[in-house]
């Protein structure tokens, strides 16, 4: 059972984020729903409880307590709220980057400030142009000196808007060894952000538009060597991409499995609960059965990533059912409801539409497919999570106990 993978430690995190997410974010989801505006200040209250910190290591001021523990915080606070679910998500592939490429001068510097909350990170990959192929992106960065001059733009960000320092992926040449990663501060000269569109669905997170003019970055900003901005990327994508939206799936997957049960708790039909219908109960078996093993693919695969082993296949697989299964389940819970799954006073259609905002990013279900085909054919290229094992073994202490 997926409990088997929890300590008691982790336990007691669950029941700290719950309180704070039931207690602190669960009044503001209205607001944000009726405005679409991004929820900044609980972006920030959500930050200082060190929880951003959670796979930062002691000795930089983090939690050191792993990335089973990061599933955790970013599933309780989706279950409330996909948006600030997907908020932390964003934040923990910006902490990635400097994690694994970062310099000790520059670990030293951004660290601490994430892990106490005053720096919220972000990772900028995405084009207009490339999509989800990274290689055919066109933005730029040229030497001048000890800066490089960035020019062009990235698309789909997330946190753009209340993001503190963007880690940026460009191409300084051609070819695959031709993209680099810089840390770009929100307030350089040269970068702006497009005005915050309405979105479909994670209302009060922003994932917009950087815009780099002449952007001047010292050369001391970059990070790792000139060409190491593919591997910056894809270990970005695979270590914290997959499994932080898997958990923002899982979050939103036990939302819809709650508000349709209590539904069928609430609701009759010839004088039984709607449960006690035979097409609802097969359905909500259904429901039930779904959501076990999507919580089964997301905590077995954090909990080989946390022990340094290679899992490559299992974060692609578990982002690949978890994104399918909230998707599917979603969809039978609003069968259930009838009518009553279309008005906006019950959340079932905000879980609707969080849930495809979880698609596409770190690949959609058919990358992860495309990629699980080449394991079984034997062509797959490598293990990221096995090139970062060392440096994930060194970032990890002793894990801290809970905030609050």
């Excluded at 990327?233 to 499994?243: D, T």
């Excluded at 429901?287 to 299992?314: F, V, W």
Aim: hydrophobic content about 40%; overall charge positive.
């Amino acid at each position: 059972m997926s409990d088997s993978y929890l300590t008691t430690h982790h336990r007691e995190l669950r029941q700290a984020v719950r309180r704070f997410a039931e207690s602190q974010v669960a009044p503001r989801v209205e607001q944000m729903e009726q405005t679409g505006a991004i929820e900044t200040d609980l972006a920030t209250a959500i930050a200082r409880e060190g929880w951003i910190g959670v796979t930062i290591g002691q000795e930089y001021g983090g939690m050191a307590a792993g990335h089973l523990a990061k599933t955790i915080i970013i599933e309780e606070l989706s279950r409330v709220s996909g948006a600030m679910g997907a908020m932390v998500q964003a934040s923990q592939l910006g902490v990635a980057k400097i994690l694994h490429f970062g310099t000790e001068k520059q670990k030293r510097t951004w660290l601490p400030k994430i892990a106490a909350g005053s720096c919220l990170p972000t990772i900028a990959v995405t084009e207009n142009v490339s999509g989800s192929h990274v290689l055919g992106m066109q933005t730029t960065a040229q030497r001048d000196g000890d800066d490089y001059i960035l020019t062009g733009s990235k698309v789909y960000v997330g946190n753009s808007h209340i993001g503190d320092l963007h880690g940026v992926v460009v191409r300084t040449g051609t070819g695959s060894r031709g993209l680099t990663a810089f840390l770009v501060e929100a307030n350089q000269p040269g970068l702006t952000v497009a005005p915050h569109g309405g979105t479909l669905g994670l209302r009060g997170f922003s994932f917009g538009e950087l815009i780099f003019k002449n952007c001047r970055v010292p050369a001391s900003n970059r990070l790792g060597a000139e060409g190491d901005g593919k591997d910056v990327a894809y270990s970005s994508s695979i270590l914290y991409g997959r499994p932080n939206l898997t958990a923002v799936a899982l979050g939103l997957h036990q939302a819809v499995l709650e508000t349709t049960t209590d539904f069928c708790r609430e609701r009759f039909r010839y004088g039984k609960p709607l449960h006690e219908l035979p097409t609802v109960k097969d359905k909500l078996g259904r429901i039930q059965s779904r959501m076990m093993t999507a919580r089964l693919t997301a905590y077995n695969a954090a909990n080989l990533l946390d022990q340094g082993k290679p899992c490559d296949a299992e974060l692609m697989n578990a982002k690949l059912v978890n994104v399918e299964s909230v998707l599917d389940t979603v969809r039978i819970a609003m069968e259930i409801h009838g009518a009553a799954g279309l008005f906006t006073d019950r959340p079932l259609e905000r879980y609707l539409r969080d849930a495809h905002h979880i698609y596409a990013p770190a690949g959609t279900s058919d990358i992860q497919a495309l990629r699980l085909a080449e394991l079984a054919m034997d062509s797959s290229k490598g293990q990221y999570s096995q090139r970062a094992t060392k440096q994930r073994q060194a970032s990890l202490a002793t894990p801290t106990r809970p905030s609050k």
